[in-house]
């Protein structure tokens, strides 16, 4: 049987929520992958060191014994530099969202303001704390992020020391973005190298596929493929695994998010071996990711073989992405 190999691997976008939303789906991440970078998006958003100290208790209490780093980010404001200096060996990275623009953002920035935001991002620059950005306007949905690379050129002009990363791109502009200036990066999702806006309402509307931001046409989905099947240096794989209660899915105003973390890694294997690219999986889901953070996950293996394998209709409260769909690859085993 084809086996394949990964080590230490890394999902650099994650939703862990909190209560027993966390204590569902914290032990799932923690099976498969050596560590997450963890969203900040919570009810009130992690935006000060005893929130953010507090939430990595729960999360570490939430996960079995097994291995699993939670590399903690708060919630972009305009702090000032003393209080970056005390909470920067606690942080991996400071998450910004524009106000309102996804779930849970509304505490978010609401005007990108260089002068207002200098003393922050020159202080994350001195003290080389990545900032982790949703690129999205609030324009037409479609041209949401295509219209967001403006401001990224001006966070990567005005602060050439820091490291901005493009998070959950879905786009061919965004893309383009990568090789354009040095500090900008990317994370990628498996679903946006699955999915287009045909497979979210082209026919019937798809819940579980819907997210922000939300899969866009064939030839975005094309460059995407082709910076990840490449493992491109600076593009790393963050699953934005965003879980909601099946209820808030299946509903009237149909919450953003789409749940991947138990199923991401066969399914990248699926991609993977289709384009003839299984020798790259391991920089996009781990390598690049260690040299772009400066981190070094414990030793974590894990071995997926080809087989059928049936995605569950839900975890604990929780419809996966391909619900009872057959796909090719399983875990065959952790150590
Ligand atoms: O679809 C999304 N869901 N996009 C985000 O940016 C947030 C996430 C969530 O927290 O549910
Ligand atoms: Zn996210």
């Known amino acids: 049987m084809q086996t394949h190999t990964l080590l230490m691997p890394l999902d650099m976008h994650l939703h862990l929520r909190d209560g027993v939303m966390l204590e569902n789906v914290a032990p799932l991440s923690a099976y498969s992958f050596s560590g997450a970078i963890v969203m900040p998006n919570l009810v009130p958003p992690v935006a000060s060191l005893q929130d953010l100290q507090d939430y990595r208790a729960r999360i570490m209490a939430a996960v079995p014994n097994d291995y699993f780093e939670p590399y903690m980010t708060l919630f972009y404001k305009n702090y000032n530099r003393a209080f970056l200096q005390s909470v920067s060996d606690e942080i991996t990275a400071i998450k910004l969202y524009p106000a309102g623009i996804t779930t849970n953002s509304e505490g978010g920035v609401s005007s990108f303001d260089i002068e207002e935001m200098r003393e922050t991002l020159d202080a994350m620059s001195e003290l080389e704390i990545p900032l982790c950005v949703h690129g999205e306007t609030d324009g037409f949905v479609m041209d949401r992020e295509a219209e967001f690379m403006s401001i990224y050129e001006l966070l990567a002009t005005n602060?050439?020391?820091?490291?901005?990363?493009?998070e959950h791109i879905t786009t061919k502009a965004a893309v383009d973005m990568l090789d354009k200036y040095e500090n900008l990066y990317a994370t990628i999702t498996v679903h946006h190298l699955l999915l287009t806006l045909d497979d979210v309402v082209g026919g019937m509307m798809m819940p579980h596929n819907f997210c922000k931001p939300i899969a866009k046409r064939p030839e975005d989905l094309d460059a995407l493929l082709s910076v990840a099947l490449n493992a491109h240096p600076k593009v790393m794989f963050g699953s934005d695994s965003a879980p909601h209660p099946q209820d808030k899915k299946e509903s009237c105003g149909c919450a953003a998010g789409v749940f991947t973390a138990p199923i991401a890694l066969q399914l990248l294997c699926?991609?993977?071996?289709?384009?003839?690219?299984?020798?790259?999986?391991?920089?996009?889901?781990?390598d690049n990711a260690q040299s772009i953070y400066g981190i070094c996950p414990e030793f974590k293996e894990i071995v997926l073989e080809?087989?059928?394998?049936?995605?569950?209709?839900?975890?604990?409260?929780?419809?996966?992405?391909?619900?009872?769909?057959?796909?090719?690859?399983?875990?065959?085993?952790?150590?």
């Open 306 to 335: 080809k087989r059928t394998f049936v995605i569950p209709e839900k975890y604990a409260s929780v419809v996966p992405m391909y619900a009872g769909q057959a796909i090719n690859w399983a875990i065959k085993s952790v150590e």
């Open 270 to 286: 699926e991609i993977f071996e289709q384009y003839g690219k299984l020798d790259n999986l391991q920089a996009f889901v781990s």
């Open 159 to 166: 602060f050439p020391k820091l490291k901005i990363i493009m």
